[in-house]
């Protein structure tokens, strides 16, 4: 071999070893809302994809991760590279702060363009809708939002809170827009007596046990525990369901920008979506099939959500649920 070509590739031999290495000796900082068996799952497939690439990720609610994040800020610490949390309304308040970096991800027209932000400050990596769950004893078996304000099922019904969980204050935010919902409904639900608490887990438990038969829940919760035999199923309402989409982001202060791309794109590229239904989860990626227990995609009818807009009304909404809700 010529030394000049020799040279040459060891030239880039050494450069990429020095790249590599320059990677690994800064490590991409994830804050993520997933579970901690999904968030293991996630950062191994990727630094399968990507072994230059070493991850350091922390685990926590949305609010936990936001209230940490300001913090950090306030203080000075670094902060994380890469955003994975539960909802595109946390991302729209983050995006509006200036927090976030636009990046023009490959693939995204792959995508519905509902689920990504039209600047490219996040994008929906998967869709948890909020449904209807209800115990397989239950005498009624509803089929629309409607049917769990009727008198029947009053003192029937949980719910999880928007003033706790960002799936809750989403389905808030889609009920209150949908067509002949609104807040009449939630006062119709409010004077049945359904209690709004806590977060998700505190509806699947109280619809599994029978305790309360009726609930708002989120669809892979419902769905994996019918198919570890729980007696509870699950309905895609008529009217339609409201989605969160665990949008990923990468912050605009990242160190390791590059790695924190490559992230995002691991996760909107085809693997990456393989493992979000391998979770048991609805993919964004149009294309893509639902995962084992759900309905075909083209059955699921979602209702309209505009993160902008509800930004807007957000603490004017939590403020009239926990009054209207207040006691119960």
């Not at 595109?88 to 509006?96: E, I, K, T, Y």
């Not at 809170?161 to 808030?172: D, E, F, R, T």
């Not at 990923?248 to 393989?274: H, M, N």
Request: glycine share 8%.
């Amino acid at each position: 071999m010529h030394k000049p070509l020799l040279n040459a590739l060891l030239g880039i031999s050494l450069s990429f070893a020095t790249l590599c290495a320059a990677q690994a000796d800064t490590p991409l900082r994830l804050y993520t809302s997933q579970p901690n068996a999904d968030a293991q799952a996630t950062v191994d497939a990727f630094q399968r994809a990507h072994p230059e690439i070493r991850v350091e990720w922390v685990r926590d609610g949305t609010s936990q991760l936001l209230t940490r994040l300001r913090a950090e800020r306030e203080a000075g610490v670094p902060a994380p590279d890469v955003l994975l949390i539960s909802d595109a309304l946390s991302m729209q308040g983050l995006a509006a702060e200036g927090w976030l970096e636009s990046y023009d991800a490959p693939g995204k027209e792959r995508f519905d363009p509902a689920f990504y932000d039209p600047e490219g400050r996040f994008y929906g990596t998967k869709l948890i809708t909020t449904g209807i769950a209800y115990h397989q004893r239950a005498e009624r078996r509803p089929q629309r939002w409607r049917d769990l304000a009727e008198p029947e099922l009053a003192g029937l019904l949980s719910m999880p809170s928007p003033l706790y969980s960002g799936a809750a204050m989403i389905h808030l935010e889609s009920l209150l827009a949908a067509p002949g919902l609104g807040w009449d409904y939630y006062t119709q639900l409010r004077e049945h007596g359904a209690q709004a608490q806590g977060g998700n887990g505190g509806v699947l438990t109280a619809v599994a046990s029978g305790a309360k038969p009726y609930g708002m829940l989120v669809d892979f919760m419902a769905l994996r525990e019918r198919a570890k035999g729980a007696p509870i199923e699950f309905v895609f309402p008529a009217e339609g369901v409201s989605y969160v989409t665990e949008p990923v982001a990468i912050t605009r202060d990242a160190k390791a920008s590059e790695a924190a791309r490559r992230f995002v794109d691991f996760l909107l590229s085809e693997p990456g979506q393989e493992l979000v239904r391998a979770q048991g989860y609805v993919p964004a990626m149009s294309a893509m099939p639902t995962p084992e227990g759900f309905p075909p995609r083209e059955s699921i009818r979602y209702l309209e959500f505009d993160p902008v807009e509800a930004l807007g009304r957000l603490d004017a909404d939590k403020a009239r649920f926990a009054d209207l809700f207040a006691g119960y």
